[in-house]
């Protein structure tokens, strides 16, 4: 029904900037809160950064001052902006939606995209 495709991960040495990218498709009326999400090796899934439709915005304080969310709602993209990356950046990064489904269909569903890995490393 709703569908999440994440691009802009890639490797990147420290101190670095990357831009991620997030473009839902599908049955979609609207979408509530978008947000990324990232999880390292061994570790457990974690929030980075969301933003409502409204464009009010919250961060991990580990990425606070370094990483900017902002989103396109004409295009329902959420874009990540990534600067002085740390190696403790690295992750997969998954995007997140939340989506009012658009008729015939009816209903809210959390969509989840594939994850792109973004490596910090010299």
């Known amino acids: 029904q709703v569908q999440l495709v994440e691009s802009g991960g890639g490797l990147v040495q420290p101190g670095g900037s990357l831009r991620l990218s997030c473009a839902a498709s599908?049955?979609?009326?609207?979408?509530?809160?978008m947000g990324w999400y990232r999880q390292a090796p061994g570790k457990q899934r974690e929030l980075v950064a969301a933003?409502?439709?409204?464009?009010?915005?919250n961060y991990a304080d580990s990425v606070k001052g370094r990483f900017t969310i902002s989103r396109d709602n004409t295009k329902n993209t959420v874009y990540l902006q990534m600067n002085s990356l740390k190696a403790e950046d690295t992750a997969v990064y998954y995007c997140?939606?939340?989506?009012?489904?658009?008729?015939?269909?009816?209903?809210?569903?959390?969509?989840w995209g594939q994850g792109t890995l973004v490596s910090v490393s010299s």
């Open positions: 599908g049955s979609i009326f609207s979408i509530n809160v």
């Open positions: 933003i409502t439709s409204g464009g009010s915005t």
């Open positions: 997140n939606a939340g989506v009012i489904l658009a008729v015939p269909n009816v209903g809210y569903v959390e969509v």
